[in-house]
């Protein structure tokens, strides 16, 4: 099964794409909407190419970092993009995704909740090949897709 994680930035989508079969990263990269573009053509842009994105790799099951609703500051741009790829899910032919905050993909990683920051923060090694080398985005969205072969 091949399974995408999403984590969203007010400007940028970082996506990692995972082969469950072979438990090993298929590609992570960025979508950054251009600063030329207004609001709502960045938010199409992203949506465009993230729909692109899951018919070219096949993905069949997906996750995204959303924003803990605990949160001290609300960033506007962030939901609206998140908002976006929900959606852009819910049109794909995905079989299923999932939104999730850090209890919830901690559970379907099988960790504690404890664990979650430590690995992002990339103070904790998680057993995926160049670990180390992936920035704090690019963990949460490596830690979504693992997560998306237990929706």
Not at 74 to 94: C, D, H, P, T, Y
Not at 120 to 125: K, L, Q, S
Not at 132 to 150: Q, Y
Request: hydrophobic share 40%; with cysteine; glycine share 6%.
């Amino acid at each position: 099964m091949i399974t995408i994680g999403i984590r969203a930035a007010p400007s940028v989508v970082t996506f990692a794409v995972y082969d469950t079969e072979c438990r090993r990263i298929v590609n992570v990269e960025t979508i950054r909407i251009p600063a030329a573009f207004s609001r709502p053509d960045g938010l199409k842009y992203v949506r465009s190419n993230l729909l692109d994105i899951l018919r070219e790799f096949e993905v069949t099951n997906a996750g995204i970092r959303a924003t803990e609703p605990s949160s001290q500051s609300f960033n506007i741009e962030r939901i609206e993009l998140e908002g976006v790829i929900q959606e852009a899910f819910a049109s794909s032919n995905l079989a299923a995704y999932y939104v999730g905050h850090i209890s919830s993909i901690s559970a379907r990683l099988g960790i504690n909740r404890t664990q979650f920051r430590p690995y992002v923060e990339g103070t904790e090694e998680y057993d995926v090949e160049n670990w180390s080398t992936l920035s704090r985005e690019a963990r949460e969205a490596v830690l979504c897709s693992i997560g998306a072969e237990n929706v």
